[in-house]
């Protein structure tokens, strides 16, 4: 079973910036990527970003592209979530999942304006 936990949250300023990180165990061939997804106060589900584990190919939301960047860390079964130049409309839970994996609790990111 795998199992992916978030972490890295926390309060940070207009501009500041965050990493994220997923931890990850039980993974095998059917996780063909890992994701970061985000729910805000009002507002569904959404992806932010996302890794493909057969050929690291990377994707972004178009409000992240440019600010945010994933990255992995095979040795340490870890990926990662940079986040620049973050902005009040960031604030949310930040979750990572990968396909067949079960919805953990999230991370929380609250940019202050």
């Known amino acids: 079973e795998v199992q992916l936990q978030a972490s890295g949250g926390g309060l940070v300023h207009t501009g500041g910036s965050l990493r994220l990180s997923c931890t990850t165990s039980?993974?095998?061939?059917?996780?063909?990527?890992i994701g970061w997804f985000r729910q805000a106060p009002g507002k569904e589900r959404e992806v932010v970003s996302c890794?493909?584990?057969?050929?690291?190919?990377?994707h972004y939301e178009n409000s992240a592209k440019g600010r945010f960047t994933i990255s992995s860390d095979n040795a340490k079964n870890t990926v990662y979530l940079q986040m620049n130049s973050l902005r009040a409309d960031d604030t949310a839970v930040y979750y990572c999942?990968?396909?067949?994996?079960?919805w953990g609790q999230g991370t929380l990111v609250t940019v202050s304006s």
């Open positions: 999942n990968a396909p067949g994996a079960r």
């Open positions: 039980g993974f095998n061939s059917d996780h063909y990527a």
């Open positions: 890794i493909m584990t057969t050929d690291g190919e990377t």
